[in-house]
């Protein structure tokens, strides 16, 4: 099946400072993608969707200034969570569409200390 | 709007028993509906979905599970468990079409099996 890789899968950063994450579609080319967050033990929430070219799509709650989302090419999106706290920390994961189906990232681990 | 609602946050099920987890959806369009398998601190990855084709749908590692229409269910199934199964399982609906891919999931049930 298709391969979606995020980068990174653990990120430890210090309170007020940025943090990138990046997804990749790795062999097929992905013009829409979602980024998920899940807090512990409970489910996947959708952030936002993110569309090559355009502005990402927000889901109602989220805020766009704190979680920027940028999708460059058809294979690449990037969330960036700006000026971290504590209650930012969770965890990410990116999906990417082909053939009607949603692939996974593996997830990256987000703590703000 | 759509939802998905998991009953049992917890399945515990001794090896070689019959593993049941229970999805039921909410939808106002014929939705299509997915299971998924989440091991700690990874992705997710299909089991199986439904997407208004045969009402039985077979997955991966021996799952399967059945769309009732009347009863608005999605529940998984496998005969029999294996240690390798323990994981957290998600159920998810989407509205289709070209939302197929834009999912709505439930809270999760995390199957433990016995030895």
């Known amino acids: 099946g298709a391969v979606v890789s995020q980068h990174p899968s653990r990120v430890i950063c210090k309170s007020g400072t940025s943090v990138k994450i990046e997804c990749r579609s790795l062999?097929?080319?992905?013009?829409?993608m979602f980024w998920y967050r899940q807090f512990p033990k409970q489910s996947l929430m959708l952030m936002a969707t993110s569309n090559e070219g355009s502005k990402a799509t927000y889901e109602q709650g989220v805020e766009k200034d704190k979680f920027l989302i940028n999708h460059a090419s058809l294979t690449l999106s990037t969330l960036t969570v700006t000026s971290a706290h504590p209650e930012d920390s969770s965890f990410y994961i990116c999906?990417?569409?082909?053939?009607?189906?949603?692939?996974f990232g593996q997830g990256t681990r987000l703590t703000v200390v | 709007a759509q939802s998905v609602t998991q009953l049992g946050s917890h399945v515990s099920v001794s090896e070689g028993a019959l593993v049941l987890l229970r999805c039921n959806y909410s939808s106002s369009v014929p939705p299509y509906l997915f299971w998924y398998v989440q091991y700690p601190n990874q992705g997710l990855q299909l089991l199986l979905k439904y997407t208004s084709a045969a009402t039985l749908v077979k997955g991966i590692n021996g799952f399967e599970a059945e769309f009732k229409k009347s009863e608005t269910s999605f529940h998984l199934t496998k005969p029999s468990a294996h240690m390798s199964d323990a994981a957290e399982y998600f159920c998810?609906?989407?509205?289709?079409?070209?939302?197929?891919?834009?999912?709505?999931f439930g809270s999760g049930t995390r199957l433990l099996v016995r030895p």
């Open positions: 998810a609906v989407s509205e289709g079409g070209d939302s197929s891919y834009k999912l709505i």
């Open positions: 999906s990417a569409e082909i053939y009607h189906e949603a692939f």
């Open positions: 062999d097929f080319q992905a013009t829409t």
